[in-house]
């Protein structure tokens, strides 16, 4: 290219839109068991190298290899099986009744149950995560009640938070889940302030931060890094690069040429690179950066590598953006097809298991829904009632406030 050539911008392409087919080389994987398990005061510069490869445990034949294979105990990972199904039963149930339009929204986490799951049975009781919309897998493997879970989503007369939310914005601080928030990224930074209160009130309890890979884009994934890094806050810095925000590629979002680990390093904090649709991998960084937290080393950011199988929310057709078979090609396949495969190999699961089980949450999660409805659903009468509308928006109700109740005869 010459000096004198006119200048022009640059703007990030996925390699391949609808009736194409993905180069996913992109993606930089590591052989299973190929990357080191650094010690747990590791400085951020030590991590350079590892934040640009891929901590994979499960190889392709199903096998636990490599430093970050740990002995886990047999039910935890049945346990988290379990907990993986079942949150597909409960996103494939409730994308049904969006198109029954028993209620108006929903987002599925297909492909990315992993995660949530692995890090939720990494951590502690009294631990908090600041998740997303797509983090679902927390509450259903922490075990909080599915029907409630279901009011929300159809906004009805039980739903505990009357009303006031968009389906799947749930809360429950019992269940270390902090109210989730339709402006990307805002939890970010609010779990690290969780982080700092903790450490100081002398506390033992850690925080996790979830964010996507379009989300990291926004100034408070900054703010949370170098705050974070600066008072050494207990926290796990979670990025979930499932490849889309939207119909946005995550190169658009900073991703072209370099990966979201890569963002830590320069913040100063130890950073890793993670199969994320490896339910082994996932615990044991998960164990490995809580660990580090309740040490007072203070934060790591962890880059989970999957892919967002399904569509961005019941609003959204991503045949428009991306070949079809995106997902069927995706190099780090299905996080259930992989973990069954292991847990087949160890003789703790079969096919016959697996498709028992798989039936018995369907059955289950169906005669959750029904339960629900009879709270009512979309477009029925069982409702929160109007004057919900203008309680809690102050601690007390400030006059203004009930003129307008008043003006409404609520
Ligand atoms: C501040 C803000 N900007 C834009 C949006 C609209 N929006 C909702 S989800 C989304 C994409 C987020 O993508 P990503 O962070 O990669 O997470 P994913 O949905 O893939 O899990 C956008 C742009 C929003 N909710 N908040």
Redesign the pocket.
């Known amino acids: 290219m010459s000096a004198s050539s006119s200048l022009h911008l640059h703007v990030p392409e996925p390699s391949a839109r609808p009736g194409q087919t993905t180069d996913f080389s992109y993606l930089k994987l590591s052989p299973a068991g190929a990357v080191a398990k650094p010690p747990l005061d590791v400085t951020a510069a030590q991590t350079a190298a590892l934040a640009d490869q891929l901590v994979r445990v499960l190889d392709d034949d199903g096998n636990a290899v490599g430093p970050w294979a740990e002995d886990i105990d047999d039910q935890l990972l049945l346990d988290a099986m379990h907990a993986m199904l079942k949150t597909r039963a409960y996103d494939a149930r409730l994308v049904i009744a969006q198109r029954q339009k028993k209620t108006s929204f929903y ?1 599925q986490c297909l492909g ?1 149950e992993a995660i949530a799951i692995g890090q939720t049975l990494a951590l502690r009781d009294g631990d908090m995560h600041f998740p ?3 983090q679902q897998g927390i509450l259903i493997a922490k075990g909080a009640p599915l029907v409630e879970m279901m009011c929300q989503v159809l906004s009805n007369a039980a739903d505990p938070l009357k009303g006031r939310q968009l389906p799947i914005m749930y809360s429950y601080k019992e269940h270390g889940f902090f109210t989730i928030s ?5 939890q970010y930074i609010q779990a690290v302030g969780w982080a700092m209160a903790s450490a100081i009130k002398g506390d033992t309890k850690i925080a996790a931060a979830w ?6 884009a ?1 100034g408070d994934f900054h703010a949370a890094l170098t705050f974070a890094h600066v008072y050494r806050a207990p926290v796990i810095l979670n990025v ?3 490849q ?3 119909s ?1 590629f ?1 190169a658009i ?1 900073g991703g072209e040429n370099t990966t979201f680990a890569a963002r830590g390093v320069g913040y100063g904090i130890p950073s890793l690179r993670v199969d994320g649709n490896d339910l082994l991998a996932v615990y044991a960084v998960s164990r490995w950066a809580a660990e580090r937290a309740r040490s007072n080393l203070g934060p790591t950011l962890v880059e989970w590598v999957t892919y ?1 199988a399904g569509p ?2 019941t609003s959204d057709d991503p045949s428009k953006y991306r070949p079809a078979d995106d997902a069927q090609r995706f190099p780090l396949g299905d996080p259930i097809e992989r973990l069954k495969q292991h847990l087949v190999k160890r003789g703790l699961w079969s096919e016959e298991r697996h498709e028992q089980t798989r039936a018995g949450y369907d059955a289950e999660i169906s005669r959750a829904l029904k339960e629900a409805e009879t709270h009512g659903a979309l477009g029925s009468e069982l409702r929160p009632g109007p004057a919900e509308m203008f309680n809690d928006v102050y601690k007390d109700m400030p006059e203004h406030l009930r003129r307008q109740r008043q003006q409404l005869g609520a």
């Open positions: 987002i990315e997303t919309y797509r339709g402006n990307l990224t805002t964010v996507g890979d379009g989300a990291t926004e979930v690069n499932n889309w925000a939207i946005t995550q979002a967002r961005h929310s």
